[in-house]
């Protein structure tokens, strides 16, 4: 009888163990998994990885890498993520492939002590895909120090994320993945300011946990004989000032005292045909065509000095990345619809395989903004005038079509706004 | 410090923990294994240098006892009336410091040169309301040799420090907690029922406790945004937040204990079923009503100057006044020593002048009301005339709560005054109901949604309670679909919408603060 109780206790507890991994697959935030998973799921490797924060994140497309490079390479960067997380994502992804090289991001190295410079939701994203195993032990009990909810509330994903039964979406019953290697890009375009060089002097580094865990990122990468590459990623004149570009310095030497190299985007903007005015997405991160510029300069700089090869033509890569690049296209196209400017969807939907025609009440108002005037420039894009029973109230509608077949692939409907003077969906 | 509240993930843990220590402790040995987890509970829970008032009442305790068993004589008395005195000017130094500081405060404001005293500056030890009344029942109970006097001092110091006990009792009797020092083997019927009952607590506070705070809450915090019905809606929800919060943390320590062999006490007999005011205190808190009855009412009526006034008051106006003198010497003694424990003059004003009033008036008016009711021919057995006496207690208590729940006299008194101006024409607003204002709260549709499906899950287990059967039990008869279903169930609920992890603290029990 007791035995049978046993067994009986022993199935329920499976049951609801059962229960709760799926309530947790459910509940968990997906950012982390969506960016990192396929990562995780490789089988090919990767020649270069990408770590850091969101300046990174947004910065290396690694499916343009292969497409014009035939470079493997994985971005596993993400928003707001310290040098310590970087670390700890680091050690993950050299146990899981042997890379040539590894570019980390500059931006949130910091100094400062007792400071895991980063925010509650930013740690989730970088460390929730972690396999269970000793680094991510590691990472947790580090991230548990600095956050209610301690250990727990990165452990465990329903103890984190079980409040968002009013935030669910059909996406959160589905495993959702990136096909661009980890990484976003964005397509809107800001005019930002180009910066000055002020100085080559070099602030005297506090020895806080940032730089306690790079220096452990640069001790890893010699022991695993992985060329590390500190990467400042451009940014306009407001970020970097002189007191952050003599940080960069100091940072950039330390990174040469422990065998590592470095690239100062912020001095070669010129060089590698950055413009200011059409590069940036936002105030503080890249756009596709600044993403070009960057990887192109990459590209040149890991064939140089860490000897990666073209693998277009290796039959033991092309077949899965050419698989991933179709399927990363036909994912760009699915999720059209959550671009909501007008000229971030025109961006994201051109390319080599598709047709957009725009149909608009006013095509003046198109031409008042820059940004939209330089979008329909470069798409090579005539809008048409259309009446009230194509646009449906609306004042602007954008088509997509297969550019082969004439095939429909997406539609968006946008409204003018007179104050910002863009088009913006609901 | 490790947070180590009982709905805490680090609880949970430290219980598994504290129960495979416990099981594979040879069974001479449990009790020290018991204690020894007891006292590192309480060095996670609260300041580890408050366990010496645990160690000062257990040595009173210890000794006092000891000695009156070895001696006699009017010695005695004073040995084992100190030893009480000392434990109760004790919790009156940390626990009952409002009384002093209020009084010394008045006092300083009317004579300049009475000083004005403040609080001591060390914190005061966790659950020294209730275990201040264990041992004052511990040292009575041997003194009237209703108990033998444990001579070993550690197993005494177990029956202060048992560690499910610490948060918000029960209050037990040293005769109901012998069990401690006892050999349990392991027994996976005892676990599974202590495991549901903690699981039944969870629930209780983290999912409709915590969200009956937060409409609570919304209304204290503003009120001049919440006025009219908001007053109602928070004076009518108060007494079921108590309720879930203060028998959600029983659940736990019954459930705690069950997983160690130990039956503990119940507190709570649906309270909310009694018919009368005094019906509802033999329901809530049961515990501390049965102490208060054993050890203040029940000696007060037996004492001789209690019964020469019921003698005296019995030949000038009859044996019925003699009686109710008696009676309401006893329950004014009781609902003082009740109203005192609570730690504030506002519970002594609540318990008093509300209940002692309230309770012995019925009591002396309730010949007269028989009598009223059979002239207006009601018929006292209908299901309408119990229902409506249930609201009638409820909404009495409901009054009292008002009193506990504001920060002070005037305070409950204005609310009050608020509940009554809420009814007028102008101030009537029942449209809150229905225009979104419940959002103010924070709370979603779904959570309200969540307290409905929450109160009819309390009322079904009560209504079965009732019947004298236990939710529990009933499911443990029913088929292995229903049994497990319902279980898997209610972890769902507390998983999902449990009101706790990060950015979410959970507020601390409401009768931790005792």
Not at chain 2, 59 to 74: C, N, P, R, V
Not at chain 2, 206 to 222: F, G, H, I, Q
Request: glycine share 6%.
């Amino acid at each position: 009888m007791k035995m049978k109780k046993t067994v009986s206790a022993f199935i329920f507890i499976c049951l609801a163990a059962v229960m709760l991994l799926t309530l947790s697959h459910i509940f968990r935030d997906k950012k982390s998994w969506y960016y990192k998973s396929e990562f995780m799921n490789s089988q090919t490797g990767f020649d270069a990885l990408f770590l850091g924060a969101s300046r990174m994140h947004e910065a290396v497309d690694p499916i343009y890498l292969w497409k014009e490079y035939g470079i493997t390479s994985y971005n596993l960067a993400s928003a707001g993520e310290s040098v310590q997380m970087t670390y700890y994502v680091l050690a993950e992804a050299l146990e899981q492939c042997s890379p040539k090289v590894v570019f980390i991001d500059a931006a949130k190295i910091s100094d400062e002590e007792n400071s895991i410079n980063s925010g509650y939701g930013f740690v989730h994203e970088s460390i929730d895909f972690l396999p269970f195993n000793k680094n991510k032990l590691e990472a947790v009990s580090y991230a548990g120090k600095f956050f209610d909810g301690g250990i727990p509330a990165f452990l465990s994903m329903l103890y984190a994320y079980h409040g968002r039964y009013d935030d669910l979406k059909a996406e959160d019953f589905k495993n959702e993945v990136n096909y661009d290697k980890g990484a976003y890009i964005m397509t809107s375009v800001l005019k930002r300011d180009e910066p000055f060089i002020f100085t080559d002097e070099k602030k005297e580094l506090k020895n806080g946990d940032g730089i306690k865990y790079y220096k452990k990122i640069l001790s890893l990468c010699r022991q695993k004989n992985v060329l590390c590459v500190l990467t400042d990623i451009p940014v306009d004149a407001s970020v970097y000032t002189e007191e952050r570009q003599r940080y960069l310095n100091a940072l950039i030497s330390l990174t040469e005292e422990n065998g590592g190299k470095s690239i100062a985007f912020n001095t070669l903007t010129g060089s590698i045909g950055l413009d200011y005015n059409y590069c940036f997405g936002d105030t503080g991160h890249l756009n596709f065509l600044g993403v070009e510029k960057v990887c192109d300069y990459l590209a040149a700089y890991m064939k140089n000095e860490a000897g990666v090869v073209d693998h277009r033509n290796d039959s033991g890569y092309s077949a899965s990345w050419n698989e991933d690049v179709f399927k990363w296209d036909k994912q760009r196209i699915d999720t059209l619809n959550e671009r909501k400017d007008a000229v971030e969807y025109i961006f994201a939907a051109a390319g080599n395989d598709t047709d957009l025609t725009l149909y608009v009440k006013n095509p003046k108002k198109l031409y008042n903004e820059y940004a939209m005037d330089f979008c329909l420039e470069s798409c090579g894009i005539e809008p048409l005038t259309a009446d009230e029973d194509i646009l449906g109230g609306y004042d602007l509608k954008i088509e997509v079509r297969n550019k082969q077949d004439g095939q429909f692939l997406s539609e968006q409907y946008f409204e003018y706004n007179d104050r910002s003077g863009l088009f913006t969906a609901e | 410090m490790i947070s180590l509240g009982i709905t805490s993930f680090t609880f949970l843990i430290f219980i598994l923990v504290a129960a495979i220590v416990y099981y594979l402790t040879p069974g001479t040995f449990q009790w020290i294994s018991l204690l020894s987890l007891s006292v590192i509970f309480y060095c996670l829970a609260a300041a580890p240098y408050t366990v010496i008032y645990i160690l000062i009442s257990t040595i009173t305790a210890y000794f006092s006892t000891l000695y009156a068993e070895k001696h006699q004589g009017g010695r005695v008395t004073a040995v084992i009336i100190s030893a009480v005195i000392i434990n109760i000017l004790i919790w009156f130094l940390f626990k009952g410091n409002a009384y002093w500081i209020q009084l010394s405060s008045f006092l300083h404001a009317r004579i300049p040169s009475f000083p004005a005293l403040e609080a001591v500056p060390l914190a005061a030890s966790l659950g020294m309301g209730f275990y201040t009344c264990q041992i004052i029942s511990y040292i009575t109970d041997c003194c009237w040799q209703n108990a033998v006097p444990q001579r070993n001092f550690f197993k005494l110091l177990l029956f202060l420090m048992f560690f499910p006990l610490l948060t918000s009792g029960p209050i037990c009797r040293y005769n109901e907690l012998t069990v401690l020092y006892e050999r349990h083997t392991f027994d996976i019927d005892s676990f599974e029922r202590g495991t549901q009952r903690i699981l039944w607590g969870f629930f209780k506070k983290l999912v409709l406790a915590e969200r009956l705070a937060a409409v609570v809450n919304t209304v204290d915090k503003d009120p001049l945004k919440c006025t009219g019905l908001w007053l109602w809606i928070a004076f009518l929800s108060y007494p079921l937040e108590l309720y879930s919060d203060f028998s959600g943390s029983i659940d736990i320590a019954l459930g705690t204990a069950e997983l160690f062999g130990i039956i503990l006490p119940e507190n709570f007999n649906n309270p909310f079923f009694s018919e009368t005011s005094q019906e509802l205190w033999q329901r809530w808190h049961m515990t501390l009503g049965n102490w208060a009855r054993d050890y203040i009412m029940y000696p007060v009526l037996k004492s001789e100057k209690t019964i020469a006034l019921s003698s005296a008051v019995k030949k000038r106006f009859g044996k019925r006044a003699g009686k109710l003198a008696s009676l309401g010497v006893g329950m004014f003694m009781t609902w003082l020593v009740m109203g005192i424990w609570h730690g504030n003059y506002k519970y002594i004003l609540g318990c008093v002048v509300f209940y002692f009033t309230l309770m012995f008036l019925y009591e002396a008016f309730s010949p007269a009301l028989k009598k009223l009711n059979q002239r207006l021919g009601i018929r006292e057995q209908s299901f309408s005339w119990k229902l409506f006496r249930r609201i009638r207690t409820y909404l009495l208590f409901c009054v009292f709560l008002v009193f506990f729940r504001a920060d002070g006299v005037s305070p409950a008194l204005k609310m009050l005054e608020g509940l009554a101006a809420a009814l007028t024409p102008g101030n009537f607003n029942p449209w809150i109901l229905v225009d979104g204002s419940l959002s103010m709260t924070g709370l979603s549709f779904t959570d309200l949604s969540v307290i409905l499906l929450s109160l009819l899950l309390l009322l079904l287990a009560a209504l079965m309670r009732e019947k004298k059967v236990h939710a529990r039990y009933w499911i443990a008869e029913q088929g292995i679909v229903f049994r497990w279903g319902a279980w898997l169930f209610l972890l769902f609920l507390v998983v999902i919408y449990g009101k706790y992890g990060p950015g979410y603290r959970a507020a601390d029990f409401i009768y931790q603060g005792f």
